[in-house]
């Protein structure tokens, strides 16, 4: 296999700094100084980094340099699973951690990823405030030994296919690439689909070669890996969303002065509450990118989801009951 020297500096890289944080305390301290160390799967340029570095640089200005964050984007520190390893031992101080990884490992934290709890971006931008959301975090403690802050979101995930589809019953029978977790892949399959998984750097390749017929994900990230050069239909679901989670280290936070724990809670949460509404305000501009390029834009119509949401929550209401209460929350919004 021949390897890329862009290949070869991120494996240099994510070597480097995963075992310069595995081989050293929590949270680094100097001369009366602090620097928390903060795990994120998205590269730079991402809403959700974007919104991580805000938080960083406030948090130094608001202590005038006394505390402040380390960011590794990209996966440095390896995927969400290391990062959340290293947050049980306290190697890690902070990951924003996506709920694909959260939910299957918790299967109560994938109450949020169910299909349809609200049918648009802007929705989903208050259910993740409303206190129903927030509880769901109240088991990460126990389970995973981290704390959560807030959600950060995305807009609501799209399916884009290699050929010229038109409508939700066109995904019957497509080997279709998806997240991984657990909740998306039973819905996919409700749909007919043969879900696929592929890392994110070769999907652009798997469509392209046919693969894969289509793929989903959120608008920013299509538009960023360019998935209009390899796609026809974009098809709207307005189904699922995918949030994350700012955590931090239960082991690293008793440590943690009371002063900056109040101040880091209180910037993740300004700063992800910006990046919620920034998400909202931008899909229009987005969509407008994918119509200009020459993309189908299809609405499923959401009469005829019904059948399908009822075989979804027989799956997994028992596994994450909150389902329904996120369900009621969601028609009141």
């Known amino acids: ?92 101080d902070m990951g924003w951690i996506m709920t694909a990884e959260l939910g299957s490992r918790v299967p109560a934290i994938a109450a949020i990823n169910a299909p349809w709890l609200v049918p648009t971006t802007e929705k989903v931008a208050a259910l993740v405030r409303t206190p129903e959301a ?43 690439r998806i997240n991984t977790t657990p909740a998306y892949r039973d819905f996919y399959q409700l749909l007919g689909a043969a ?30 890996q360019r998935f209009d050069k390899v796609s026809k239909t974009l098809i709207r679901l307005n189904a699922l969303f995918m949030p994350c989670v700012a955590l931090v280290s239960a082991r690293s936070w008793k440590s943690v002065p009371e002063a900056d724990r109040e101040l880091i809670t209180r910037l993740t949460q300004e700063e992800l509450g910006k990046q919620i509404d920034e998400t909202v305000a931008n899909e229009a501009t987005r969509l407008k990118d994918f119509k200009e390029a020459g993309i189908k834009i299809v609405d499923v119509d959401m009469a005829n989801t019904a059948e399908i949401t009822k075989a979804y929550d027989d799956i997994w209401l028992p596994k994450a009951p909150a389902i329904a209460d996120l369900r009621k929350v969601g028609a009141t919004l």
């Open 134 to 176: 927030m509880k769901l975090l109240d088991v990460l403690p126990a389970e995973t030994g981290t704390i959560g802050l807030g959600y950060g979101i995305t807009t609501l995930r799209v399916v884009f296919t290699g050929k010229e589809t038109a409508g939700i019953e066109d995904i019957r029978g497509m080997k279709l």
């Open 1 to 92: 296999m021949t390897i890329s020297r862009r290949l070869f500096l991120n494996s240099a890289i994510t070597a480097i700094g995963a075992s310069a944080v595995l081989g050293a305390p929590g949270i680094l301290r100097a001369a009366g100084k602090s620097t928390y160390r903060l795990g994120i799967t998205t590269p730079p340029g991402h809403p959700w980094n974007v919104a991580a570095e805000a938080v960083g640089k406030r948090l130094a200005e608001e202590t005038d340099g006394r505390s402040s964050i380390q960011l590794f984007p990209s996966n440095q520190l390896g995927n969400e699973a290391a990062m959340l390893q290293q947050m049980q031992s306290g190697a890690l």
């Open 195 to 224: 879900p696929t998984p592929i890392p994110t750097p070769q999907v652009f390749d798997a469509m392209s070669n046919g693969q894969v017929d289509g793929l989903e994900s959120d608008l920013d990230l299509a538009w960023n």
